[in-house]
């Protein structure tokens, strides 16, 4: 298949970056790419479904992959498994002997080993510049889920119509679920069994960059996990903050230990990020160097800084997401030639332990097993958002009244950056707004 058709089909299929910000795939297949890396690191602690899925999948994902390097010429592929998965890796090494450019890259277990630019780094030897594309250095990072979500659509015409979500915390049987994109968390949650605390807070995406959502939330595509915690759990308290009075607890505080800029897995990079200037800039309204404000672009928003360096329990990274939004709605840009320093030698020793960092935040007991469920599991009605990615929002193709199948197209790719969205149960549209539509199963 040709380049412009392969993607093509990608962008009909609504394929998007399973988890994170779900940037559309089609805009990943470059003929600049000359290595191709799958991210099966689980890039938050607790997450289950991508060592699960490319363990029972490994065979149509490794095809999918081949398929990508076929289309844009790619010279190798790189499989970036945690060694702590040994049965994935035990798969992929039944399968690899058919895949003359792929190879397995065996990952150490540290957090946020997942993240794009570390990963690029740990499997290439190669740094992404700050603020750039993986393939400016001649690389393109796919999600486990992703490429068996591509293999689909490419081997049995199958659009992106489920996702698969880990459901782990304080429920009765942990779980990895197979569920209709669209359903409501709160049906989701009740498939592993009862909740075990009084006043459950769900946590949607993981402990350390996931947000406090509500049982009539909808999944999306990009929807990797639900987190049920007690109320008074640490980590709720953290993600309840409120910015003010963390930059008052910062100026009566920090110490200045550096300990945030130390661990931070971008600056050990050499990206221009360093989180202890940013808080004494910040905390003493110190405007003097615009750089220290303008380089919170290059923060990740892995979380390292206030979930497990700082020793004053300050909250950089909640601070500087603060100040960054505020840069982009004035309009500001990151710096299109930021100062770029060379790999720290101390990295290799600044890494942070999941173990460690588990046990830190109070997540050890719920570190369990959670049995994928491949199967989709039925629901009575979905609402699908028509923006679940990156780009511009699908725009609406049916009404209310309309019969739809699962699969059936109902929204339409936008002008510009944007995918397809698909029916994910069988049934009556009952509701249409630009935003979303609504399915009644009948």
């Not at 689980?42 to 490794?62: D, N, T, W």
């Not at 498939?191 to 075990?196: Q, S, V």
């Not at 920090?254 to 931070?264: F, G, K, M, S, Y």
């Given at each position: 298949?040709?380049?412009?058709?392969?993607?093509?089909?990608?962008?009909?299929?609504?394929?998007?970056?399973?988890?994170?910000?779900?940037?559309?795939?089609?805009?990943?297949?470059?003929?600049?790419?000359?290595?191709?890396?799958?991210?099966?690191?689980?890039?938050?602690?607790?997450?289950?479904?991508?060592?699960?899925?490319?363990?029972?999948?490994?065979?149509?994902?490794?095809?999918?992959?081949?398929?990508?390097?076929?289309?844009?010429?790619?010279?190798?592929?790189?499989?970036?498994?945690?060694?702590?998965?040994?049965?994935?890796?035990?798969?992929?090494?039944?399968?690899?002997?058919?895949?003359?450019?792929?190879?397995?890259?065996?990952?150490?277990?540290?957090?946020?080993?997942?993240?794009?630019?570390?990963?690029?780094?740990?499997a290439t030897g190669k740094v992404?510049?700050?603020?750039?594309?993986?393939?400016?250095?001649?690389?393109?990072?796919?999600?486990?889920?992703?490429?068996?979500n591509l293999y689909r659509a490419?081997?049995?015409?199958?659009?992106?119509?489920?996702?698969?979500?880990?459901?782990?915390?304080?429920?009765?049987?942990?779980?990895?679920?197979?569920?209709?994109?669209?359903?409501?968390?709160?049906?989701?949650?009740?498939?592993?069994?009862?909740?075990?605390?009084?006043?459950?807070?769900?946590?949607?995406?993981?402990?350390?960059?996931?947000?406090?959502?509500?049982?009539?939330?909808?999944?999306?595509?990009?929807?990797?996990?639900?987190?049920?915690?007690?109320?008074?759990?640490?980590?709720?308290?953290?993600?309840?903050?409120?910015?003010?009075?963390?930059?008052?607890?910062?100026?009566?505080?920090?110490?200045?230990?550096?300990?945030?800029?130390?661990?931070?897995?971008?600056?050990?990079?050499?990206?221009?990020?360093?989180?202890?200037?940013?808080?004494?800039?910040?905390?003493?309204?110190?405007?003097?160097?615009?750089?220290?404000?303008?380089?919170?672009?290059?923060?990740?928003?892995?979380?390292?800084?206030?979930?497990?360096?700082?020793?004053?329990?300050?909250s950089p990274r909640s601070l500087?997401?603060?100040?960054?939004?505020?840069?982009?709605?004035?309009?500001?840009?990151?710096?299109?030639?930021?100062?770029?320093?060379?790999?720290?030698?101390?990295?290799?020793?600044?890494?942070?332990?999941?173990?460690?960092?588990?046990?830190?935040?109070?997540?050890?007991?719920?570190?369990?097993?959670?049995?994928?469920?491949?199967?989709?599991?039925?629901?009575?009605?979905?609402?699908?958002?028509?923006?679940?990615?990156?780009?511009?929002?699908?725009?609406?193709?049916?009404?209310?009244?309309?019969?739809?199948?699962?699969?059936?197209?109902?929204?339409?790719?936008?002008?510009?950056?944007?995918?397809?969205?698909?029916?994910?149960?069988?049934?009556?549209?009952?509701?249409?707004?630009?935003?979303?539509?609504?399915?009644?199963?009948?």
């Amino acid at each position: 298949m040709e380049l412009v058709e392969f993607s093509g089909l990608i962008r009909e299929s609504g394929i998007v970056g399973a988890g994170g910000a779900g940037f559309p795939t089609y805009a990943k297949i470059d003929q600049r790419t000359e290595t191709i890396v799958l991210n099966c690191a689980e890039c938050e602690p607790l997450l289950k479904l991508h060592r699960q899925l490319l363990e029972v999948h490994a065979h149509e994902i490794m095809e999918a992959l081949d398929m990508v390097a076929d289309v844009v010429g790619a010279k190798e592929v790189i499989i970036g498994v945690k060694g702590e998965y040994k049965d994935t890796v035990r798969a992929l090494k039944e399968c690899i002997g058919e895949f003359p450019k792929m190879k397995i890259k065996l990952l150490d277990s540290v957090y946020p080993m997942g993240d794009e630019v570390v990963l690029i780094y740990e499997a290439t030897g190669k740094v992404v510049r700050p603020g750039g594309l993986p393939v400016e250095s001649g690389v393109a990072v796919f999600n486990v889920e992703t490429m068996y979500n591509l293999y689909r659509a490419v081997k049995e015409n199958h659009p992106v119509t489920d996702k698969v979500v880990s459901v782990v915390g304080e429920v009765e049987h942990p779980v990895s679920v197979r569920v209709p994109i669209g359903c409501k968390i709160e049906d989701v949650v009740a498939l592993a069994g009862e909740i075990t605390t009084k006043d459950p807070v769900f946590l949607i995406g993981g402990p350390m960059m996931g947000f406090i959502g509500n049982g009539d939330m909808a999944v999306t595509k990009t929807t990797n996990a639900i987190l049920v915690l007690p109320k008074d759990h640490q980590i709720i308290h953290r993600k309840q903050a409120n910015a003010s009075i963390e930059l008052k607890r910062a100026a009566s505080s920090c110490c200045q230990c550096e300990t945030c800029t130390a661990l931070c897995p971008r600056h050990a990079l050499g990206h221009p990020i360093e989180p202890h200037l940013f808080m004494r800039a910040a905390a003493n309204h110190d405007f003097s160097n615009a750089n220290v404000f303008l380089n919170t672009f290059y923060c990740c928003s892995c979380g390292v800084c206030e979930m497990y360096a700082c020793p004053q329990g300050l909250s950089p990274r909640s601070l500087i997401t603060e100040y960054k939004n505020g840069l982009r709605a004035a309009g500001i840009k990151a710096p299109t030639d930021p100062k770029v320093e060379s790999v720290k030698p101390s990295r290799e020793y600044r890494k942070v332990p999941e173990g460690r960092m588990e046990a830190r935040l109070g997540l050890s007991k719920y570190n369990l097993p959670a049995p994928l469920q491949d199967t989709v599991v039925k629901m009575s009605h979905v609402v699908e958002k028509m923006g679940q990615h990156i780009g511009a929002p699908a725009v609406p193709m049916v009404s209310v009244g309309d019969m739809v199948q699962v699969g059936d197209m109902i929204g339409k790719p936008n002008a510009g950056l944007s995918t397809a969205v698909h029916a994910s149960i069988a049934g009556k549209v009952v509701l249409v707004t630009k935003d979303e539509v609504t399915i009644q199963r009948v």
